[in-house]
């Protein structure tokens, strides 16, 4: 006789786990649980059957692999989670007894890394295995970086250390550096929540979110402990993706520190990067603080142009050496047809501009108003070397001198202040190093707000500075990280290349409309009330409407009678000949194109239909689902143009 | 020997800090010389009368005289009746034999003073050089002190009683008389009574009958004694404890004078101890492999562990790229923001007035978005976005606590899922458009049929009147009653052009009728009341014989009489059980009839040659619905609710059981190439059956809202069919099927006629097609028929 098979012995019921079957495995606490679930990247499974999964009734239970379950019963850092817990044992037995000298020595030897910030065990096997590879690492770098940020900027509480903070704050300042030496930062975007980031290390596209500098309100549901578990990890293995990362460029790891600078607010100028062995670099390999470029800024600028002056020179006959020595380079060559006739083969673009040069050469000065550590390392990370600022936003500028003749660009971001306001304000503005008249341009001096630089960014070359002059109402901040889809609304391109064609025509008729409310003043209420209609037809064309469009239809053939025997009428009265004829001719041409469409429409909902009949359930399902997210979509992006048909117009008529 | 003692104590104890008690002592001490040379003086002053007065006191100040020559002769200081008074002492009270108390009135130092003066004397010897004599040693037990002092008392422990008749008071070591001292007259003792030196005490010492003086000391130890205290000061009555044996014990068994054993030393104590060479070589290891740190202040400390803390190496040194759990889902990265997400967005981006109410009436987890696109002028005007920490954190949660799942999103044009259908046009001809209505009967029309020729149209209806159309025109041609409380409930014309015969059940009868028409010749006519004739002579000569006695018969032939006769109606036939459907043989000899109440006898065929009705089927599973026989082979299906069964009529077989999965079929049609089947159910379902490929549906179309009522084939060599249903529609679909065996029918649906009513949950009824001409004729509940072309 067979084995009689009992429910819940095998199958599904064995291969899942619920979250406190799993813990009294485990043998532990539910939060010691749910940090080994956080760093060892477990997380619950849904089980294809519940019913056949669970004993109980509950609809809402969690579900792990055992296997899963199994791979962290091996953990070694679930023998450390016992040890604390025999520990903490024993100091509450200490304390019950009274005896509070052993209860303090065993306290000082316990871990406490949410009063410390540093906990007695490491995490470096479980990145290891959560990634196997760098490349691994690199691909999960985005919610890390993201919450590392976020934690730099919060202010420290009891929940979160403030060691934890300067930790955060430091790892993340590196991997900047990082960025500006290797020139892996892609994309920038200012966001309403943040500002959003895109590097491009080894391959891997890295998106990451930091706040702006303001103190983060904090809501009273986030549980800072959870966060915790997760900065920790992510602290352990941003650490070694940084010294991975520096060591690939020849940089020593961790970068020399400068606490006092940092104390003054230098942020990246409190680090000093070198190469990893000077001698055979020669010079050190890459410059984070400004020291060196200390001296006086004068002299630099003399020397700068004496520099400009030599290279003008021989520039030709340098050229020329340089072609004839064919110096080997790294770069792609680009390989053109020589005789006609081969196919062309697709070849990685040659970019237009070297993300290291953007702004190479300038020299940027800073105004007060403007965020300096995201301007900074921007800047940085796109070739510029010399930033200077006002002294209240901290240690580490080029220069403070708004004044230096050094300076190229000027970033300011404040209002143009009236001529007599300048002279009054003057005396209260006290903030700032020198006094300057808030409307004193220097010569020769490009000024431009904030947003210049992420545009400059984002399109790979510098846009002309006049639209992001001070003051001006600035173009409007895309976002470089969309990708334009078929037919999906592009904010860049002109109107009528999007339309469909039923929008135009739209568009046009109520144009017409428009025009013939101005002259025929009781027109209006009629037009207005068939266009609406019209226009919902347009935008709903099911079939169960077909009967009213039907109708509709026929009332459409009636009203231009009507409309023009009134207009008739009314030219009697008025004793004119009869208006507008040719604008009738028109709009009897659009209103046919539209019937015309119309009926095309129509035609193709009901094929569309009758070919959807012959799917199976399943494809008929799914094709539904698809064609109703298509036409959310599509319903959005008109809204969208009718907007800006809307915008666009009231421009028109102002201008 | 006493004061000896106490004088070497005092050098090494106190060495210096009693200089100035020293120098007290001195002045003191010469005082007292002084005064003793006084005495002196007062002596030698007795001693020239000293023969003549024989009194005790010139004696003693005598023997005060020797006693000084002595002094400067044997060094012997002149402390004796010090140290007399101390004797005195020490008889008058009860000393305390501590040996460090200090014997009061004694100056060591003078006495010193004198012994280095005094060490000895130089002489002339017999030869006249010099002869260092040195002074006489007093032996004693434990002094070997050579200026010890001679005994003040040499006369022994005798009361001095004894000496009062004599001038001297014993002997001393020469045999000299030691003479009394002088005892003071009235006078001399007024004199002692006023210059009164310190420490007089107006005593006499009873052992030298010297004054008794006492020092400071002495008179503190006196007041001590009377008051009951402890004598000396410096006595502590109440030591500590000293634990004996616990903590000099290894003092003690180290010395052997002390130890409690007189065991020889073990041999273990000598050599080191392996034990603490293991104890240490531990440590020593644990120093040198790092366990065990020099002690660091805490601060320092944590401030070390710190720097370890951040240990930096290549953690991917030598990595080795694994493949990915298929299992194991990586979490999905967040989207990246759009253009509405900017601080300064296109204007479009920004929400009306009314969409930002909507989106603030929403609760915050049925928002689509959980940020509204707004417009900052500047960037200097952007705040810090409130939800950050909150949003983090969910995402925090999602990553830990939501359960993943792989999505395949087909990101694919949808488009594309359709099937390439050929367009409509292509497909013509088939009816689009309602052509005629046919009005006329009164509740529904159950039934309609096309004759032959393609010219007339029957109807049956629920009056029980059968009336026929001409097709085109929608004219009645003729009509008749049947029955008037039962309904027609089927009509079909006999399938060949050679007569004009037209069948119709109404309740349990069967007529056969040749209905007049415009296009009707008399010799059609005829030959179809020939045909319908035929079987009267068959039946009464030759067909009797096989009905069994007692048995009823399978159905009677009869004529329907005379009132119907002349109406064109000329035979009845009664079955046991209503009949519902008909149906003609192809050659038309034979029709089988439907009724699917009758049980074991529902379904029953007909030869009307010989007026003869035969059961088939013994008994069937389940309700027999309908019926048909094979367009072209000698097979005849039968459905019940469930399947389709297939007899071959030769054999007498059943050759096939088709399953289409319906739940109740309500009709079905065969091809008229006979290798597939419609079948349209009543659970809304039309479904194609490819004969040679399965038992199973090929297709199965659920195109209905209601029930599908009948379905029909066209038989005039067009691809079409048409199916009738409950909603009030009737759908065309083009079913081609190809020549070639292995190549799939193709079935696109084509058009959708709407126009019959519906009328108590009944639509359309029955439809039936033009023989050669894309047009069909549905019958509906709303008591009309339409030609649609």
């Known amino acids: 006789m067979a084995k009689i098979k009992r429910r819940g012995q095998a199958g599904q019921a064995k291969n899942y786990l619920t979250r406190t079957q799993a813990v009294k495995k485990l043998q532990l606490s539910l939060p010691d649980f749910r940090k080994l679930c956080i760093w060892k990247g477990i997380y619950p499974r849904e089980p294809r059957n519940k019913k056949k999964v669970s004993k109980s009734a509950t609809a809402s239970t969690t579900f792990y692999y055992t296997k899963d379950v199994q791979y962290l019963l091996h953990e070694p850092l679930l023998q450390k989670f016992r040890e604390q817990k025999v520990l903490e044992k024993k100091i509450s037995r200490a304390l019950g007894r009274g005896d509070v ?44 970086l ?7 900027n919060l202010p420290s509480t009891s929940a979160v250390p403030a060691k934890m903070i300067a930790r955060c704050e430091r790892l993340c300042l590196e991997f900047e550096h990082y960025l500006i030496v290797s020139h892996g930062l892609r994309k920038s975007f200012l966001s309403i929540k943040g500002i959003y980031y895109q590097a491009n290390i080894q391959g891997e596209d890295i998106l990451w979110l930091v706040p702006y500098k303001f103190n983060q309100r904090i809501v009273g549901d986030v549980d800072f402990r959870i966060m915790g578990t997760f900065v920790e990890f992510y602290m352990t293995l941003l650490g070694f993706v940084n010294y991975r990362l520096y060591t690939s460029i020849g940089l020593k790891y961790p970068p020399k520190f400068d606490q006092l600078k940092d104390d003054q607010g230098a942020e990246l100028g409190a680090f000093a990067l070198e ?48 072609d004839a020595e064919e110096v080997p380079s790294d770069a792609l060559d680009k390989f053109e047809p020589v005789a006609p006739g081969g196919d062309v083969l697709p070849q990685p673009s040659h970019s237009s501009s070297d993300p290291a040069e953007l702004f190479a050469g300038m020299t940027f000065f800073l105004s007060r108003e403007t965020p300096r550590q995201p301007l900074e390392f921007i800047l940085r990370a796109f ?17 403070t001198d708004e004044s230096d003749p050094a300076i190229t660009h000027q970033i300011v971001d404040r209002p143009v202040v009236q001529a007599a306001m300048s002279s009054e304000g003057d005396g209260e503005d006290n903030q700032t190093s020198q006094k300057v008249d808030p409307n004193q341009r220097y010569p020769g001096r490009v000024y431009v707000q904030p947003q210049w630089v992420w545009d400059c960014v984002n399109n790979d070359e510098l846009k002309s500075p006049e639209l992001y002059a001070p003051g001006a109402p600035l173009p409007p901040h895309l976002s470089p990280f969309v990708k334009t889809a078929q037919g999906q609304y592009d904010p860049t391109l002109p109107l009528e290349v999007q339309e469909t064609e039923a929008e135009t025509l739209d568009a046009d008729l109520a144009e017409v409309d428009e025009a013939e409310g101005d002259e025929v003043d009781n027109d209006m209420d009629v037009e207005s009330g068939n266009d609406d209609s019209e226009e919902e037809a347009a935008a709903e064309l099911s079939e169960e409407e077909e009967d009213e469009e039907d109708e509709e239809d026929e009332e459409d053939e009636e009203e231009p009678a009507t409309l023009q025997r009134q207009r008739e009428l009314e030219a009697e009265i008025a004793g004119k000949a009869v208006a507008s004829k040719t604008v009738d001719a028109k ?15 129509r035609e193709e909902a009901e094929d569309l239909e009758r070919a959807k009949g012959m799917l199976s359930k399943k494809k008929r399902k ?28 009231e421009l028109a008529k102002k201008a | 020997m006493g004061p000896k003692s106490v004088d070497k104590k005092r050098k090494t104890q106190v060495p210096e800090s009693e200089s100035d008690d020293e120098l007290a002592g001195r002045l003191f001490d010469s005082v007292l010389s002084q005064s003793e040379d006084d005495s002196d003086f007062v002596a030698s002053d007795d001693d020239e009368d000293d023969d003549q007065d024989d009194s005790a006191s010139k004696g003693s100040q005598d ?31 009860i000393t305390d034999d501590e040996p460090e108390i200090e014997v009061p009135g004694v100056d060591p130092k003078r006495k010193d003073v004198g012994d280095e003066e005094k060490n000895y004397r130089i002489e002339k010897d017999a030869n006249g050089g010099e002869r260092y004599v040195y002074d006489e040693i007093e032996p004693g037990y434990d002094t070997d002190d050579t200026d010890a002092q001679g005994p003040a008392n040499t006369i022994g422990d005798i009361s001095l009683d004894f000496y009062d008749s004599y001038p001297h008071i014993g002997y001393d070591i020469n045999g000299k008389r030691i003479m009394r001292p002088a005892s003071g007259d009235a006078l001399q003792n007024l004199l002692d009574s006023i210059e009164v030196p310190k420490g007089w005490t107006g005593l006499t010492d009873i052992n030298t009958g010297n004054p008794l003086n006492l020092t400071d000391e002495e008179l503190e130890l006196v007041r001590r004694v009377q008051m009951g205290l402890i004598p000396n000061e410096l006595h502590d009555p109440y030591p500590n404890t000293v634990e004996y044996f616990t903590s000099i014990e290894e003092k003690m068994r180290k010395t052997p004078l002390q130890a409690l054993s007189s065991a020889p030393e073990p041999k273990r104590r000598f050599l080191p101890s392996k034990n603490e060479a293991t104890q240490v070589m531990k440590l020593v290891r644990a120093i040198r492999e790092g366990r065990i740190l020099p002690y660091k202040p805490p601060e320092e400390g944590e401030r070390e562990a710190e720097e370890e803390d951040e240990v930096h190496f290549d953690l991917w040194q030598n990595e080795e790229p694994q493949d990915a759990n298929p299992m194991q889902i990586p979490a999905p990265k967040l989207p990246p923001p759009g253009y509405d997400m900017s601080y300064n967005p296109p204007e479009e981006y920004l929400p009306t007035k009314e969409e930002r109410e909507e989106w603030e009436k929403l609760d915050p987890e049925e928002r689509e978005k959980d940020y509204l696109p707004q417009k900052y002028g500047a960037l200097r005007k952007v705040p810090a976005w409130s939800e950050m920490v909150k949003e983090r954190f969910e995402r925090c949660m999602d990553l830990y606590l939501a359960p993943r799942i792989r999505k395949n999103r087909l990101n694919i044009d949808p488009n594309s899922l359709l099937p390439k259908l050929p367009s409509p046009s292509e497909l013509k001809p088939f ?14 029309v159950r039934s309609v049929s096309v004759d032959p020729s393609g010219t007339a149209l029957a109807t049956g209806g629920d009056d029980g009147a059968v009336r026929v159309w001409e097709l085109l025109t929608g004219r009645q041609v003729w009509s008749v009653k049947l029955s008037s409380d039962e309904a027609v409930n089927t009509v079909r014309w006999r399938p060949s052009k050679d007569s004009f015969i037209l069948a119709a059940a109404a309740g349990e009868d069967i007529f056969l009728m040749v209905p007049s028409h415009a296009t009707v010749t008399p010799s059609l006519d005829q030959a179809s009341r020939d045909i319908l004739a035929a079987g009267f002579g068959y039946a009464t000569h030759g067909q009797q014989q096989p009905v069994a006695v007692g048995k009823e018969p399978a159905a009677k032939w009869a004529r329907p009489g005379t009132k119907l006769e002349d109406e064109g109606v000329l035979i009845r036939v009664t079955v046991r059980s209503t009949v519902k459907v008909i149906h003609w043989h192809k050659r038309g000899d034979h029709f089988a009839t439907v009724s699917p109440s009758g049980q074991r006898s529902s379904v029953a065929i007909h030869t009307l040659s010989k007026h003869m009705t035969q059961i088939p089927f013994r008994k069937l599973s389940g309700l027999a619905q309908t019926a048909a026989f094979h367009p072209l082979r000698p097979l005849f299906f039968v459905a019940t609710q469930r399947t389709i069964r297939c007899y071959d009529l030769q054999k007498l077989e059943l050759v096939k059981a088709v399953q289409p999965g319906a739940k109740w079929i309500s009709s079905f049609d065969i091809h008229p190439s006979g290798d597939n089947l419609i079948v349209g159910s009543y659970d809304k379902r039309l479904l194609w059956h490819d004969l040679d490929l399965s038992n199973r549906p090929y297709k199965t179309m659920r195109f209905h809202s209601e029930a599908i009522r009948m379905v029909r084939f066209h038989r005039g060599g067009l691809p079409l069919f048409a199916d009738a249903s409950d909603d009030g529609t009737l759908q065309i679909f083009h079913g081609k099927v190809p020549n070639d065996q292995l190549e799939n029918p193709t079935i696109v649906p084509v058009k959708m006629l709407k126009g019959h009513k519906v009328v108590n949950k009944l639509g359309v009824l029955d439809i039936d097609w033009h023989p050669r001409e894309p047009w069909c004729v549905s019958a509906g509940a709303d008591g009309t028929a339409r030609l649609w072309m």
């Open chain 1, 101 to 144: 000298t052993d209860a303090s020595r065993l306290e000082r030897s316990a871990a406490r890394p949410d009063k410390t910030g540093k906990p007695r065990y490491t995490l470096h096997h479980v990145i290891r295995e959560r990634y196997p590879t760098f490349a691994d690492a690199l691909r999960d770098l985005d919610d890390c």
């Open chain 1, 146 to 152: 993201s919450m590392l940020f976020l934690f730099a």
């Open chain 1, 275 to 322: 190469g990893v062995n000077i001698a055979t670099n020669g010079a050190k390999a890459a410059v984070g603080g400004d020291a060196e470029y200390g001296p006086d800024p004068m002299l630099q600028a003399a020397v700068d142009k004496l520099v400009r002056q030599l290279k003008e020179e021989p520039g030709v006959e340098s050229e020329v050496i340089v």
């Open chain 1, 383 to 399: 070739g510029c070397k010399r930033i200077g600022w006002d002294s209240v936003l901290g240690e580490g500028s080029f220069t």
């Open chain 1, 587 to 601: 709009t009897k041409a659009k209103l046919e194109a539209r019937k015309a469409l119309e009926k095309k429409t």
């Open chain 1, 622 to 649: 799914l094709f539904e689902q698809m064609q109703y997210t298509n036409n959310k979509k599509s319903a959005e992006d008109m809204k969208l143009r009718s907007k800006r048909r809307k915008m666009e117009k």
């Open chain 2, 63 to 93: 023997d005060e005289d020797d006693e000084e020559d002595d002094d400067d002769a044997l060094l012997s200081d002149d402390i004796p009746s010090d140290l007399d008074g101390e004797e005195a002492l020490g008889k008058l009270l």
């Open chain 2, 431 to 444: 009816p689009t458009v309602c052509q005629t209505i046919f009005r006329g009967h009164e509740g529904r």
